[in-house]
């Protein structure tokens, strides 16, 4: 089958990296590649693969980063671009691979392109980007950015408006010129042949906007809705194949494509098995399952049938088609154990092994967050002045304003969904900080850093990171966890999520157990033989039992051999 063609990026785990918040290897409270460079051996005593590195490109900041002003220079707070050669070597001489986050989508407004654009309406570089003049002393339509207020930005220079889908500092760059899409590929090439091992694609699916850009429809913001109009536009595809052609097919190179708004059928296009635009793609549906009226701002908890419907349908439905991603956390989602599993004293752990579990032994590629393998949690946010994140900061200033939701439960809803909850830094030790920097952080470090930190867990053969340590062990030597087909068991359980895997004469069980009760199961007859295997617990176990009680929070592997 074409999808079970062996690969080494189906076989690896990914762990992402946000630098501001790794490591600090010089006391500006600001995380840098000399700290990525010194933690490279804790990540190979994890056993991971490839990084995935947030953007280290120069940058003014708007958005962390991901407004890039250089895309062939390194941002000055994360260092030079010979501490960057020597990160990567040293991750290479450890048998680690890097994957760069491409931003293509749009660019800062301080990138040279740009200043250029605006200068005149005949400049050379004015259609790099998307200009359109006004309507009746308005904007050219209704579109609303993501981080709120209108995606055009007025420019009196010209008289024109210029596309942000994100912050007015991040211009959407129009791939419609060819010139433009030379200009990446170049810059993509110039990175491959530095040696790097992937790109990770930031809103790629948004590249390709209908040509009339009419307006959306308006939603509770005032603003009307681009995505129909520019997710999964009508050239991405081909744009897509034609990077493949310049760029990823001369290289041995990990892909994949952040999809927001991506269906099944769509994902089939872009991470298809003929292998003409990406490995993979990241989608967002699991996601968004808290989602709601207000978008993601509020107190929904995913219902675990939803998730096992959404979660099951990209497993069965990519099958043998094309190659998934598997992820809880990455740096815009708050953190998992918080959100799906119970961040208590008594559960933390316990939870954080079982989502683990449930989700690194699907089919696809995981990826871990850093943090993620510790049971890092939520921040305990105690004014909106704590926040950074810029769509944190908009959200809450717009919605309290235009009084759509009162200050006290936004400050609530935000708390509990910012991107600030996976960017505070990482917990190294129960020294000052957590031993990410002996100067002062960018964003506070969770004060329970003193009893959730990577030098106790590594200490500790019970902890959440010898858990994950084992868990992707276990993917290197069971070819089925990688390549085995998916079936849902118990569909319609709020509480349980059980599958199986299948390849060849072996079967596995999944069982996890999503509730803080112990809860009553009866074990599949063809897995109460003799002949059973636990591959890991995260409760002691001895054995598999027809009739078994499961304890909170509990995660079970077995293995039968056919």
């Given at each position: 089958?074409?999808?079970?063609?062996?690969?080494?990026?189906?076989?690896?785990?990914?762990?992402?990296?946000?630098?501001?918040?790794?490591?600090?290897?010089?006391?500006?409270?600001?995380?840098?590649?000399?700290?990525?460079?010194?933690?490279?051996?804790?990540?190979?005593?994890?056993?991971?693969?490839?990084?995935?590195?947030?953007?280290?490109?120069?940058?003014?900041?708007?958005?962390?980063?991901?407004?890039?002003?250089?895309?062939?220079?390194?941002?000055?707070?994360?260092?030079?671009?010979?501490?960057?050669?020597?990160?990567?070597?040293?991750?290479?001489?450890?048998?680690?691979?890097?994957?760069?986050?491409?931003?293509?989508?749009?660019?800062?407004?301080?990138?040279?392109?740009?200043?250029?654009?605006?200068?005149?309406?005949?400049?050379?570089?004015?259609?790099?980007?998307?200009?359109?003049?006004?309507?009746?002393?308005?904007?050219?339509?209704?579109?609303?950015?993501?981080?709120?207020?209108?995606?055009?930005?007025?420019?009196?220079?010209?008289?024109?408006?210029?596309?942000?889908?994100?912050?007015?500092?991040?211009?959407?760059?129009?791939?419609?010129?060819?010139?433009?899409?030379?200009?990446?590929?170049?810059?993509?090439?110039?990175?491959?042949?530095?040696?790097?091992?992937g790109f990770r694609m930031d809103v790629i699916s948004l590249i390709s906007k209908v040509a009339e850009l009419p307006d959306g429809?308006?939603?509770?913001?005032?603003?009307?809705?681009?995505?129909?109009?520019?997710?999964?536009?009508?050239?991405?595809?081909?744009?897509?194949?034609?990077?493949?052609?310049?760029?990823?097919?001369?290289?041995?190179?990990?892909?994949?494509?952040?999809?927001?708004?991506?269906?099944?059928?769509?994902?089939?296009?872009?991470?298809?098995?003929?292998?003409?635009?990406?490995?993979?793609?990241?989608?967002?549906?699991?996601?968004?399952?808290?989602?709601?009226?207000?978008?993601?701002?509020?107190?929904?908890?995913?219902?675990?049938?939803?998730?096992?419907?959404?979660?099951?349908?990209?497993?069965?439905?990519?099958?043998?088609?094309?190659?998934?991603?598997?992820?809880?956390?990455?740096?815009?989602?708050?953190?998992?154990?918080?959100?799906?599993?119970?961040?208590?004293?008594?559960?933390?752990?316990?939870?954080?092994?079982?989502?683990?579990?449930?989700?690194?032994?699907?089919?696809?590629?995981?990826?871990?967050?850093?943090?993620?393998?510790?049971?890092?949690?939520?921040?305990?946010?105690?004014?909106?002045?704590?926040?950074?994140?810029?769509?944190?900061?908009?959200?809450?200033?717009?919605?309290?304003?235009?009084?759509?939701?009162?200050?006290?439960?936004?400050?609530?809803?935000?708390?509990?969904?910012?991107?600030?909850?996976?960017?505070?830094?990482?917990?190294?030790?129960?020294?000052?900080?957590?031993?990410?920097?002996?100067?002062?952080?960018?964003?506070?470090?969770?004060?329970?850093?003193?009893?959730?930190?990577?030098?106790?867990?590594?200490?500790?053969?019970?902890?959440?990171?010898?858990?994950?340590?084992?868990?992707?062990?276990?993917?290197?030597?069971?070819?089925?966890?990688?390549?085995?087909?998916?079936?849902?068991?118990?569909?319609?359980?709020?509480?349980?999520?059980?599958?199986?895997?299948?390849?060849?004469?072996?079967?596995?069980?999944?069982?996890?157990?999503?509730?803080?009760?112990?809860?009553?199961?009866?074990?599949?007859?063809?897995?109460?033989?003799?002949?059973?295997?636990?591959?890991?617990?995260?409760?002691?176990?001895?054995?598999?039992?027809k009739n078994m009680i499961l304890r909170p929070y509990e995660a079970v592997v077995c293995l039968k051999a056919q």
């Amino acid at each position: 089958m074409e999808s079970n063609k062996k690969t080494w990026w189906k076989e690896s785990v990914v762990y992402q990296i946000y630098p501001r918040s790794f490591c600090d290897s010089d006391g500006d409270g600001i995380g840098d590649l000399n700290g990525i460079t010194e933690k490279l051996e804790y990540l190979k005593e994890l056993g991971i693969d490839v990084i995935w590195l947030s953007p280290v490109y120069q940058s003014p900041n708007d958005d962390n980063g991901y407004d890039i002003s250089d895309y062939q220079a390194i941002m000055k707070e994360f260092g030079t671009m010979e501490d960057y050669d020597c990160m990567l070597q040293k991750a290479h001489d450890l048998g680690i691979k890097i994957m760069m986050d491409l931003v293509v989508n749009h660019t800062s407004d301080e990138h040279a392109w740009f200043v250029e654009s605006r200068k005149s309406k005949d400049n050379p570089y004015r259609d790099y980007y998307i200009w359109r003049e006004g309507k009746e002393g308005k904007e050219p339509n209704n579109w609303g950015s993501c981080f709120g207020g209108s995606a055009w930005k007025y420019d009196e220079k010209t008289d024109m408006y210029f596309l942000h889908l994100f912050s007015q500092k991040q211009p959407d760059l129009n791939w419609d010129n060819p010139k433009v899409r030379q200009e990446v590929f170049d810059m993509m090439n110039w990175w491959c042949e530095k040696g790097i091992d992937g790109f990770r694609m930031d809103v790629i699916s948004l590249i390709s906007k209908v040509a009339e850009l009419p307006d959306g429809e308006v939603g509770k913001s005032g603003y009307g809705d681009y995505s129909p109009y520019a997710a999964n536009g009508p050239h991405v595809h081909e744009y897509l194949q034609e990077m493949n052609e310049k760029v990823l097919s001369k290289y041995d190179l990990i892909t994949v494509g952040e999809c927001s708004g991506v269906t099944v059928e769509e994902a089939k296009k872009y991470a298809s098995s003929a292998g003409k635009e990406l490995n993979m793609v990241f989608q967002f549906e699991h996601m968004d399952l808290d989602g709601g009226e207000s978008f993601k701002w509020n107190h929904r908890k995913i219902r675990l049938t939803e998730l096992k419907e959404v979660m099951s349908k990209w497993q069965t439905q990519l099958q043998d088609k094309a190659w998934n991603s598997l992820y809880w956390c990455n740096h815009d989602q708050p953190r998992i154990v918080s959100r799906l599993g119970n961040d208590s004293e008594r559960y933390r752990e316990l939870s954080a092994k079982m989502l683990g579990t449930c989700l690194h032994m699907m089919q696809g590629t995981p990826y871990v967050y850093q943090g993620e393998e510790l049971g890092m949690t939520n921040y305990p946010f105690a004014s909106p002045k704590d926040f950074r994140d810029i769509e944190s900061i908009n959200a809450y200033q717009e919605l309290t304003e235009k009084g759509i939701v009162e200050p006290e439960e936004m400050f609530d809803f935000v708390s509990y969904k910012s991107r600030d909850n996976s960017r505070t830094p990482m917990q190294w030790d129960d020294s000052a900080n957590g031993g990410f920097t002996t100067g002062t952080p960018w964003i506070s470090v969770n004060p329970n850093y003193k009893t959730i930190n990577a030098k106790e867990q590594m200490q500790r053969e019970d902890s959440v990171f010898h858990y994950y340590k084992k868990l992707i062990s276990l993917r290197k030597s069971h070819e089925i966890i990688v390549y085995g087909t998916y079936e849902l068991l118990l569909p319609e359980d709020e509480k349980l999520y059980a599958y199986t895997r299948s390849l060849d004469n072996e079967k596995l069980l999944v069982v996890c157990n999503f509730s803080d009760e112990e809860l009553k199961y009866e074990l599949p007859a063809e897995f109460c033989g003799a002949d059973i295997q636990i591959l890991i617990a995260n409760y002691q176990r001895e054995q598999m039992e027809k009739n078994m009680i499961l304890r909170p929070y509990e995660a079970v592997v077995c293995l039968k051999a056919q």
